[in-house]
């Protein structure tokens, strides 16, 4: 008999100053039985001669889900991208946002938008411990599908201090394997 092959979750995420998150999440994935696919763990296939941004797109291409955690930290860009393409894709995905991007977006929102939802030149003029681009801020609005009719929005789970409500979260979604892999198939099936 064949064995079946375990369903990939793609996390997607920047790096940097977040390394134990990202690595706790992975372990915890793994140890429901998915396969993880993340650049930080080097689980991603680097597909020869390409840049790591080529390849992490594919691995978007690969996943059965795709996870992301949106950090109050931009990075290179490629982690935007990767959400990008799961949107395209229409990925089955999910989202964790650290808190202060939530309420970061709702404070600089008169600042960022006109009254016609339409980006304004408002920039920051320095980084900071609390948001370094206010990209991160337009990733967080991909990510929950703002401005969209609120049947097509998706959750976004704030937390903290991922040990204390972050965790919890993703126990709470993954821990049962074969639920998840159900409405996995049915959402495909078109049954959700």
């Known amino acids: 008999m064949a064995q079946e092959t375990a ?6 995420s920047t790096v940097y100053g977040n390394q134990h998150i990202i690595e706790a ?16 763990l080097g689980t991603i296939y680097n597909i020869p001669g390409k840049s790591p941004e080529y390849s992490c797109l594919a691995a ?18 490629i982690t935007h991208k ?16 650290h808190s202060n991007i939530p309420f970061l977006k709702t404070l600089l929102k008169q600042f960022m938008y006109d009254d016609l939802n339409r980006r304004t030149g408002f920039a920051l003029t320095k980084k900071t411990t609390v948001l370094d681009s206010l990209e991160v801020v337009e990733m967080y609005n991909l990510a929950i599908g703002d401005g969209q009719p609120i049947e097509k929005r998706l959750w976004a789970q704030p937390f903290f201090k991922y040990e204390l409500d972050g965790a919890p979260f993703v126990s709470t979604q993954f821990e049962d394997y074969e639920r ?8 495909q099936n078109g049954e959700q």
């Open 7 to 12: 369903l990939k979750v793609m996390l997607s």
């Open 25 to 40: 999440i992975c372990a915890t994935l793994e140890g429901y039985g998915y396969k993880v696919l993340c650049s930080h």
């Open 60 to 77: 978007v291409e690969e996943c059965d889900f795709f996870f992301g955690i949106i950090f109050p930290h931009y990075g290179s860009g």
């Open 82 to 97: 990767e959400f990008q393409r799961a949107i395209d894709l229409n990925k089955p995905r999910g989202f964790l946002a």
């Open 180 to 187: 998840f892999k159900r409405d996995l198939e049915a959402l």
